[in-house]
Structure formats: structure tokens, C-alpha cells
């Protein structure tokens, strides 16, 4: 089993930037990889952004690309999503989610999976607001 607890949301002003972390225990995988997802009140979840845990390669929703960034911490089995620049439309409930290992039509292509389907195991969720 696998434990995801996401920290750092809150109540933030547009332009602000907040900093998120996850923070995962239990099982280890060969070849996972981590995914953001957040869910706006009203709408279905989307994907954020993804970061493959060996080597480190990100792949991020349009909405977000050049704003936000996620990163890893091996030694703390945590990853991070750095949210800059951020506008009311980014108010949601954000989740961390694990895929316990990258599909191969995903490593061939060199690509992260974006689904919800996809992923394992997932946290809870945070809630991050924006007032504008």
C-alpha cells in the first residue's frame, strides 16, 4: 500500500505563487512516476503536470506550462509543485497521484501519463484559492 499526503494549499492573492509537497510512504516502484491533478468546483479533475522519478523529466497541462514546476526530493520521497504567477482560475482542489510504473507506450514515446485512469494511488487533496 502507498500513502500520499499532499501540504501547502491555502488562501493566496492572483500573482501570488504557493508551493505545494507530497509526501509519499509504503511500497517502492521500478519505474513510477508522480502526477498533479486539481478539481475547480463544478468541473471534472485535470491533469497538471507529471515528473518521471528517474530522471527527473516533467510534462505539464498548457494552463499551466511556464508558471508552474514540479520537482523531487529522492531523499525525502516527496515532490513538489511550485505554482507562480497564480490567477482565480487556478483555485481547486489540488491531488498528488503515483503511477506505480511508466507504461511502456509512455517510456517509448517519451512521455508521462496524463489520465486519471492511470494513476495508482492518490492523496487526498489540498485546497489551493486565488482571489483575484
Known amino acids: 500500500q502507498v500513502q500520499l499526503v499532499e501540504s501547502g494549499g491555502g488562501l493566496v492573492q492572483a500573482g501570488d505563487s504557493l508551493r505545494l509537497s507530497c509526501a509519499a510512504s509504503g511500497r517502492t516502484f521500478r519505474n513510477p512516476a508522480m502526477g498533479w491533478f486539481r478539481q475547480a468546483p463544478g468541473k471534472e479533475r485535470e491533469f497538471v503536470g507529471a515528473?518521471?522519478?528517474?530522471?527527473?523529466?516533467?510534462y505539464y497541462a498548457d494552463s499551466v506550462k511556464g508558471r508552474f514546476t514540479i520537482s523531487s526530493d529522492k531523499a525525502k520521497n516527496t515532490v513538489s509543485l511550485q505554482m507562480n504567477s497564480l490567477k482565480a482560475e487556478d483555485t481547486a482542489v489540488y491531488y498528488c497521484a503515483v503511477v506505480g510504473e511508466i507504461p511502456w507506450r509512455h517510456l517509448i514515446a517519451g512521455a508521462l501519463p496524463v489520465r486519471e485512469s492511470e494513476y495508482d494511488y492518490w492523496g487526498p487533496g489540498t485546497q489551493v484559492t486565488v482571489s483575484s
Open positions: 515528473i518521471k522519478w528517474i530522471g527527473g523529466s516533467t
